[in-house]
């Protein structure tokens, strides 16, 4: 089955890719910043799956440990067939509230993490003739959501654009773009998700299954569930004034305090 380097490998959605990738007998390499999850994910895949793990301590908004996980990536001895870009993080301050280095960290990990790591392994399957390279964009890039959606538009985009340019030589790249999902991603942004109806609410191992699914079958964009794809579907055509307006009533409900207890 190969070898995937799945980044942001040691919590949420990053986990769940590492489970069920080891689960279809992929061998892996695990990329993120806290050594004891990542190594207590390795031993636990290890010994279920008895596939192969390596783990790679790096954080991936410092210039010089991205460019040792994009050489890595790009390893012609150690070939990565399958490389899954999901590092990422949420704010649920607004862009100009916000601290600027947040914003900029935000860059460097969703957008140029994301670029150098694709530029990596499309050289080396291109090279190969084979391979498959999944980013986690978001339902939110299709939406007005702040600098987030920003960010996931550009993956979105840019992975359509690759997808492109990569085809002819049986190479597959796939966005997926889901909602909301029970992960530790909106706790660790300190969003007020209470709000929220439980229908548009997703399970991690769902997803993952589904993009991965789509990275089988050679689809480009991903949008796990019914209701999302209809949502997508929806604003894609809709006026984008009244998209900004709903978006903007979303976001506020978000950015609200927690309430008490």
């Given at each position: ?14 986990r769940e ?7 279809r ?8 910043r ?20 390596e ?17 890595r ?6 070939p ?17 509230r916000?601290?600027?280095?947040e ?18 392994a ?8 084979r ?6 964009s ?5 939406a007005v959501m ?5 960010i996931k538009?550009?993956?979105t985009?840019f ?5 492109t ?17 029970h ?12 709000r ?20 089988s079958?050679?689809r ?5 569930s ?30 609200a305090?927690?309430?008490p207890?």
């Amino acid at each position: 089955m190969g070898t995937a380097l799945v980044t942001g490998a040691s919590s949420g959605l990053g986990r769940e890719y590492a489970v069920q990738l080891a689960t279809r007998g992929h061998d892996l390499v695990l990329v993120a910043r806290d050594r004891d999850r990542l190594e207590g994910l390795a031993t636990e895949l290890v010994a279920r799956h008895r596939v192969e793990v390596e783990v790679v301590l790096a954080d991936l908004t410092d210039r010089e440990e991205l460019a040792r996980v994009a050489e890595r990536v790009g390893d012609p001895e150690r070939p990565v067939d399958l490389l899954v870009n999901n590092a990422g993080f949420g704010s649920r301050r607004g862009f100009v509230r916000g601290e600027l280095a947040e914003e900029e960290a935000a860059l460097d990990l969703m957008v140029r993490a994301v670029m150098v790591l694709s530029h990596a392994a499309g050289g080396a399957m291109r090279a190969r003739g084979r391979g498959a390279i999944l980013n986690v964009s978001s339902v939110a890039s299709y939406a007005v959501m702040g600098h987030y959606s920003a960010i996931k538009a550009y993956v979105t985009v840019f992975s359509e654009a690759l997808a492109t340019e990569l085809a002819p030589h049986g190479v597959t790249v796939t966005a997926v773009c889901p909602g909301f999902v029970h992960t530790e991603f909106h706790q660790r942004a300190e969003m007020n998700m209470s709000r929220l109806p439980d229908a548009l609410w997703l399970e991690a191992p769902d997803v993952v299954r589904a993009s991965l699914d789509d990275v089988s079958a050679g689809r480009v964009v991903s949008v796990p569930s019914l209701p999302y794809k209809v949502l997508v579907g929806v604003l894609r055509v809709a006026p984008r004034r009244l998209t900004r307006t709903v978006a903007g009533s979303l976001a506020a409900r978000r950015r609200a305090p927690h309430p008490p207890g």
